[in-house]
């Protein structure tokens, strides 16, 4: 009995405590750096740049100098963007690509990017851009699914893949970052690509780091806990999302949480909600437990009822 005892016992400590250390270490032991020193680096390059969490990033790594390639849709998000960052850093360079990253080949955005980077070393890339879908998977029309996995799995293949290989073929040191989610940790029903593709960009961006560690180039993936931005409006009125968005915190949040944990460590699991998430559904739950905990609850939620009811709606029609 108390062998047993003694193995729940380790096995737990093992599980959490490791983990505490890390995120105590990525959350207070590591001092805010200078990107540009570090990396001794001239331009950046953000996606999703013109909003929400991108925007922060541009600002921060401006704020330290660096010059920055602001990659988003051109929209009117970009228009009144680029007209503050260029008034707000009149010492810095930006350039800008308005482009959308949702297309399935990636030629059309990567000849735009190439034409404005080809002539620079971008040696820090952020991968942000993103949207998301909301809504049963068969409901959505297939083509917004697709789009919508093109931008946060396609688009970061194609330019993570673009800039490693000029970094690597030049010996530069630099960071290339992603923007993934708790959500990734447990399954998202009414939101299936979200937790899919985030949790892609998580494991892909931790086999990177392990590639490119010797060449000196460091790879960060940050989950951060609800970030208050246009994510929100742009996500419908799913209850679940309403409510996380009240416990939101600024944008810039993410921005610091670059600075801080570049090269320190790979998975940035920023703020509180993240880390209590992570510690229930992936420590204290079974992956498979959850799961099956989730099948059950899901049709009690006003998001599944509201989705059946369309549905029959929408067969009558
Ligand atoms: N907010 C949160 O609480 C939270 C939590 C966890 C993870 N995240 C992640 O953080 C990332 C950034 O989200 P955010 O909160 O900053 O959202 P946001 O304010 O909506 O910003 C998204 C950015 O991506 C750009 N974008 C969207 N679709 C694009 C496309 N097809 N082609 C090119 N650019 C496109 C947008 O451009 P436009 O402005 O021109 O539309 C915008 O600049 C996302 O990956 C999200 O999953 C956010
Ligand atoms: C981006 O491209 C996708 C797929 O080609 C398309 O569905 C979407 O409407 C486009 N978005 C914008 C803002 O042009
Ligand atoms: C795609 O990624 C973006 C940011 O990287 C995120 O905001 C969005 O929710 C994701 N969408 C899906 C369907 O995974």
């Known amino acids: 009995m108390s062998i047993i005892c003694s193995v729940f016992f380790w096995t737990g400590f093992l599980a959490v405590v490791p983990y505490l250390v890390l995120v105590l270490y990525g959350a207070y032991g590591c001092k805010e750096q200078d990107l540009k020193k570090k990396y001794n680096a001239k331009w950046a390059l953000v996606t ?9 990033i541009v600002r921060k790594l401006a704020s330290q100098g660096l010059n920055v390639v602001v990659v988003a849709l051109d929209d009117s998000f970009m228009a009144s963007f680029k007209e503050a960052i260029v ?12 482009c959308n990253l949702s297309e399935a080949q990636g030629t059309t955005y990567m000849a735009a990017i190439r034409e404005q980077t080809d002539d620079i070393d971008v040696q820090v890339v952020c991968n942000n851009a993103g949207f998301i879908t909301t809504g049963a998977f068969a409901d959505i029309p297939l083509e917004r699914n697709m789009a919508n996995y093109n931008t946060n799995v396609t688009a970061c293949l194609q330019i993570s893949h673009h800039f490693l290989n000029r970094l690597l073929d030049r010996q530069l040191k630099g960071l290339v970052t992603f923007t993934s ?3 990734g940790f447990i399954p998202n029903p009414m939101s299936s690509l979200y937790a899919s593709t985030k949790i892609f960009l998580t494991t892909f961006a931790a086999s990177l780091a392990a590639e490119y560690a010797e060449d000196g180039i460091d790879v ?3 989950h951060p806990s609800p970030i ?3 994510f929100y409006s742009n996500a419908g009125k799913m209850s679940a999302l309403l409510s996380a968005q009240k416990l939101s915190s600024s944008p810039s949040v993410i921005a610091d949480t670059i600075c801080c944990n570049a090269g320190k460590v790979i998975v940035a699991d920023q703020g509180i909600i993240t880390v209590v998430m992570k510690i229930i559904t992936t420590k204290l739950l079974d992956w498979n437990v ?4 989730m099948k059950l609850a899901l049709r009690y939620t006003g998001d599944y009822k509201a989705m059946k009811v369309r549905r029959q709606a929408n067969k009558q029609d």
């Not at 008034?87 to 308005?98: D, I, K, Y």
């Open 48 to 56: 999703g740049g013109s909003s929400g969490i991108g925007a922060a």
């Open 87 to 98: 008034t707000e850093f009149p010492q810095v360079s930006f350039r800008f690509v308005g």
């Open 181 to 183: 989610s708790s959500a």
């Open 220 to 222: 960060l993936v940050i």
């Open 228 to 230: 208050n931005s246009n």
């Open 290 to 293: 959850f799961t099956e905990i």
